[in-house]
């Protein structure tokens, strides 16, 4: 059975689905994305994904396509049409398809807009108990990095270092020895009196909607968060580090490059974490999880 896109107002079978070979998010990388996840149904933290898709949005000065109700309609459509019970939905919504010119094109051009869906079974289980090997990479990329931005060529990059390390993940760091992020997810350490730690939500990263959630479970089991920068050098001294993301929940790492983390398996605080935000998503209430 072919999977099913939304296209500027058609329902497509992917293999047909096309943009405009003028579309500025082809030609620019001039559009924005989101990625959510659906469990058991239900779609997770959805509204602060419409809201970081708003924001993205508004950074660019560009507008949704159409209202928040309008959009919830789609994505409701899409999960139908392609029977998707647990997976993630994608929405990319670009400037629109104008004649290639790097200034904004004049005049109120349609954006364009893109929903495709997934089926995904959720993150290893198996490898949040061994703990991930992750590898580190430069972080180069541009510094609006708080934009949900399509162009993640950087990004790319750095996983396909990963993935040729063969290491779940990239951790990025710049010029000073500072750890931002990873490439498709948020890092954390957790230092040796059991402080967890982030870096704070400025340019240098994206505001992750799980690192969020992860955040507010970690609070409400009494842990002590901290956002602040902290160093790959610390990250390796660390007495745990996890990652945090749509569709990595909460996984814990067991290596950095050479360097095994803590006692080199997955950590149990990090544990402890995942095996909350699973409790979560499976007890999300249906009725209200398409509010926005």
Do not use: C
Not at 133 to 138: D, L, M, N
Not at 229 to 245: Q, R, S, Y
């Amino acid at each position: 059975m072919s999977h099913i896109a939304y296209v500027n107002g058609r329902y497509l079978p992917q293999r047909s689905a096309t943009v405009h070979i003028e579309d500025r998010g082809y030609q620019f990388a001039d559009g924005v994305y989101e990625v959510f996840l659906v469990w058991n149904g239900v779609p997770v933290d959805y509204a602060p994904h419409i809201v970081r898709l708003n924001r993205s949005l508004s950074e660019l000065r560009m507008r949704m396509p159409m209202s928040p109700a309008a959009l919830t309609v789609v994505m409701k459509e899409v999960i139908r049409r392609n029977h998707m019970k647990t997976g993630i939905v994608y929405i990319q919504v670009n400037r629109g398809v104008a004649s290639r010119a790097h200034p904004f094109p004049n005049g109120d051009i349609k954006p364009s807009i893109v929903v495709t869906a997934k089926h995904f079974a959720g993150s290893s289980d198996a490898m949040a108990e061994q703990g991930a090997k992750v590898v580190t990479a430069p972080d180069i990329r541009w510094e609006r990095r708080d934009i949900k931005s399509v162009g993640l060529l950087a990004n790319v990059l750095a996983r396909q270092g990963a993935t040729e390390a063969k290491a779940y993940e990239a951790i990025l760091v710049t010029a000073d020895g500072t750890v931002t992020e990873a490439s498709a997810s948020n890092a954390w350490i957790i230092t040796a009196d059991k402080t967890i730690v982030t870096h704070p939500t400025t340019n240098a990263i994206l505001g992750g909607v799980t690192r969020a959630t992860v955040k507010d479970l970690a609070k409400q089991a009494g842990y002590t968060v901290q956002e602040r920068p902290f160093t790959l050098e610390e990250a390796k001294n660390a007495k745990e580090v996890f990652l945090t993301g749509t569709t990595t929940f909460v996984m814990p790492v067991a290596q950095i490059d050479d360097k095994p983390v803590g006692n080199g398996t997955g950590g149990l605080i990090a544990l402890d974490l995942r095996r909350r935000y699973r409790r979560y998503i499976d007890t999300l209430d249906a009725a209200t999880a398409w509010n926005v």
